[in-house]
């Protein structure tokens, strides 16, 4: 483990482990009856402090099983010339479950409590329950001391992640409300030009103009009439050209029939299992001011999401048709219906069909819905055709 990495608990516990060693190899040395015993614990000691100190140790599985194995002979002589050296199996245990998979390291941890017990008993020691409780406990403890904090540690490992998740998550939540309001206010502007200063400068252009078809011919104030109404009709074209750059995305590159064409290819999302739409254009395509085509767009993304998510339908038609004083719109599908006279509001906040009614009132049209449980939906939107856009 990288030492930088150490939270100041496990700081705390990794120098306990180093003085418990550096006190057992103490007592094993101060207590060895010869001077080979000293000189084994002197060795051991150097082997336990080469480890700590190098990297590869830290860093790879092989080199911390080569420097345990090391350790470990370094050990078993110390263990072979005094029983003092029994009590380092138990820093060794941690050791050992710290540094090896857990399937190498349960087994090597019970072969270093046996060696333990058949050097106590090696060295002439008497034979009692004490001799095999206290390594085989010791060895327990330390199982499940280090197995215990491993799961803790995967636990809070596993609500870290979790964590960031939910932190991402909510800024890209974030990110798609601050677009979506971003769109909404774009459409709310465009109505709003549309809807005051276009129609209030279209209205003064045509008041200008009949002012001045009722003027004498050398009247002085034709001329500033005139200018007048070329400042007006500049203006509406400035008007109208801000409404058509805050309209939306899908209609910026193309039409509204090619905007309702990729509304009906797969790769806008729908399911493989959702329903197979075809979009069919009817009579003559006019120009339409960004309002109506906002609506009419948004109208269908509505009525397409109702159609996935609620009807169960094979097929969905949406069909727009251009007539002499209207266009309309129609999404058709072949679904299990529904009773439209017992629509509510649904549990997330969606109002689907009258949020569709609003918008096409709002621009003087109509909006229905025919349906019955097992029949099918058929949504239709009428909208009249401004004056110079009849097809």
Known sequence: MDPRSLTPALR?????????????????????????????AVVMGAVYAAGSYLPSVRSSQRAAAAWLGVLGASWLGLLWLTPEALWLAFPLYFLQLHLLPTRWSLPVVALTAGAAILSYVGHGAPLNPGVFIGPLLGAAVAVATVLGYQALYRESERRRRLIEELIETRAELAAAERHAGTLAERERLAREIHDTLAQGLSSIQLLLRAAERL????????????RAREAAQDNLAEARRFVRALSPPDLEHGSLAAALERLCEPVTGLPADGPRVRFSVSGTPVELPTPYEVALLRIAQSALANTVRHASASRTE?????????????VVDDGRGFDPASVRPSSDGGFGLPAMRSRAESLGGSFAVESAPGQGTAVAVSLPLPAGASA
Do not use: E, K
Request: proline share 6%; aromatic share 2%.
């Open 12 to 40: 705390a516990l990794r120098l306990c482990l180093h003085l418990l060693m550096a006190g057992l190899l103490v007592l094993a040395a101060v207590r060895a009856d010869s001077v080979s015993g000293t000189v084994a």
């Open 215 to 226: 003027l004498p011919p050398d009247s002085p104030a034709a001329d500033h009439i005139g």
């Open 318 to 330: 949406i069909t727009l048709s251009f007539m002499d004083a209207s266009v309309t719109l129609d």
